[in-house]
């Protein structure tokens, strides 16, 4: 396998994917007035929005996950809206409802807070299965029936939910199909000493959100969303995604391993990564960089205590990287 593309494939083109660089850049450098010490969790947190993935994030309260979401937003320019799942929510409250208008004598549909661009859905364990699984539709689909009508959603869609850890009082696990369809699951962590002064700092008059303008207009960021569709993989690259999603069905302590859609999720994620580091190709690396924050949260162990993270940790070493051999 040769790290260059092959020359005949359609697309690819170095100024479009120079033009993804910087549209990533710029929202990167954006949300870092506001998330300090992060780098690596926000270039997730854009790389998914321009993959057109939803995000997982899962950490302890007061970390900055709210923040996270609400700077992408304004970021971007796209129009947010946020919903606090709480334990007696009702779907209707997200997705929306119909009532009787007695002028018209017609049923008129009021959407509900998913019909935004960009929408938080804060603590969404806190909820029960079943309003959490009023999401489903509008995460793979981009739409919502009810009462048998269709509504789309805006584009650019994404989702960012938030997720404290399952052992705290009061949370539901998530459904595995809900699971299965957040692109990426990240974890921000407690900042460093060094970087927690910053913030207090940073908060002492006013809060830096204030400050965080739009810094891409929504056609350069769907533009920057089509290109990566064209970063070439190679049948190779496409070989070792599948490879390395199997490895993880055939482990002794999973009772589900990663679905077809944890292939596509490392293989969109991975041509996004690549196109942000200025590549209009997929290196091993890249696949390599972003499999635990794509697959791991979509594998079920017979037990609860395995460490699925850890699972994908001896997926990588076990499976065969193009052009080397198995340790």
């Given at each position: 396998?040769?790290?260059?593309?092959?020359?005949?494939r359609?697309?690819?083109?170095?100024?479009?994917?120079?033009?993804?660089?910087?549209?990533?850049?710029?929202?990167?450098q954006?949300?870092?007035q506001?998330?300090?010490?992060?780098r690596?969790?926000?270039?997730?947190?854009?790389l998914?929005?321009?993959?057109?993935?939803h995000?997982?994030?899962?950490?302890?309260?007061?970390?900055?996950?709210?923040?996270?979401?609400?700077?992408?937003?304004?970021s971007?320019?796209?129009?947010?809206?946020?919903?606090q799942?709480?334990?007696?929510l009702?779907?209707?409250a997200?997705?929306g409802?119909?009532?009787?208008?007695?002028a018209?004598?017609?049923?008129?549909?009021h959407?509900?807070?998913?019909?935004?661009q960009?929408?938080?859905?804060?603590e969404?364990?806190?909820?029960?299965?079943?309003?959490?699984?009023?999401?489903?539709?509008?995460?793979?689909?981009?739409?919502?029936?009810?009462?048998g009508?269709?509504?789309?959603?805006?584009?650019?869609f994404?989702?960012?939910?938030?997720?404290?850890?399952?052992?705290?009082?009061?949370t539901y696990?998530?459904?595995?199909?809900?699971l299965?369809?957040f692109?990426?699951?990240?974890?921000?962590?407690?900042?460093?000493?060094a970087?927690?002064l910053?913030?207090?700092s940073?908060?002492?008059?006013?809060?830096?959100?204030?400050?965080?303008?739009?810094?891409?207009?929504?056609?350069?960021?769907?533009?920057?969303?089509?290109a990566?569709?064209?970063?070439?993989?190679?049948?190779?690259i496409?070989?070792?995604?599948?490879?390395?999603?199997?490895a993880?069905?055939?482990?002794?302590l999973?009772?589900?391993?990663a679905?077809?859609?944890?292939?596509?999720?490392?293989?969109?994620?991975?041509?996004?990564?690549?196109?942000?580091?200025?590549?209009?190709?997929?290196?091993?690396?890249?696949?390599?960089?972003l499999?635990?924050?794509?697959?791991?949260?979509?594998?079920?162990?017979?037990?609860?205590?395995?460490?699925?993270?850890?699972?994908?940790q001896?997926?990588l070493?076990?499976?065969p990287?193009?052009?080397?051999?198995?340790?």
């Amino acid at each position: 396998m040769t790290d260059r593309p092959n020359p005949t494939r359609p697309g690819g083109e170095t100024n479009i994917v120079a033009q993804v660089q910087n549209v990533a850049e710029r929202v990167v450098q954006s949300i870092g007035q506001v998330i300090y010490g992060k780098r690596n969790e926000i270039r997730l947190t854009v790389l998914s929005l321009l993959a057109q993935g939803h995000i997982l994030l899962e950490d302890i309260p007061g970390v900055g996950k709210t923040t996270l979401a609400k700077a992408m937003a304004r970021s971007v320019g796209c129009n947010f809206s946020r919903v606090q799942f709480t334990p007696d929510l009702q779907p209707a409250a997200v997705t929306g409802t119909s009532i009787y208008n007695e002028a018209t004598r017609e049923f008129v549909f009021h959407p509900g807070p998913i019909f935004a661009q960009i929408v938080l859905a804060d603590e969404i364990n806190r909820a029960t299965p079943k309003t959490q699984s009023a999401l489903l539709e509008a995460m793979e689909e981009h739409q919502v029936t009810v009462d048998g009508q269709t509504y789309p959603m805006q584009q650019p869609f994404l989702i960012m939910a938030t997720q404290n850890p399952i052992d705290y009082e009061g949370t539901y696990p998530l459904p595995e199909a809900q699971l299965d369809r957040f692109l990426l699951r990240i974890q921000l962590g407690y900042p460093s000493p060094a970087e927690e002064l910053v913030v207090l700092s940073s908060q002492q008059y006013e809060h830096p959100i204030n400050n965080v303008r739009q810094v891409v207009t929504l056609q350069e960021l769907v533009t920057a969303q089509r290109a990566i569709r064209d970063v070439y993989a190679a049948e190779e690259i496409k070989r070792y995604i599948v490879e390395l999603v199997n490895a993880t069905r055939r482990h002794p302590l999973v009772y589900l391993g990663a679905s077809p859609r944890g292939s596509l999720a490392l293989f969109r994620a991975s041509q996004t990564r690549a196109a942000m580091a200025g590549r209009d190709y997929i290196l091993p690396d890249d696949i390599k960089a972003l499999a635990e924050s794509t697959l791991a949260h979509r594998i079920i162990p017979h037990d609860r205590d395995v460490n699925t993270r850890q699972i994908v940790q001896e997926a990588l070493q076990t499976t065969p990287v193009p052009g080397a051999t198995a340790r």
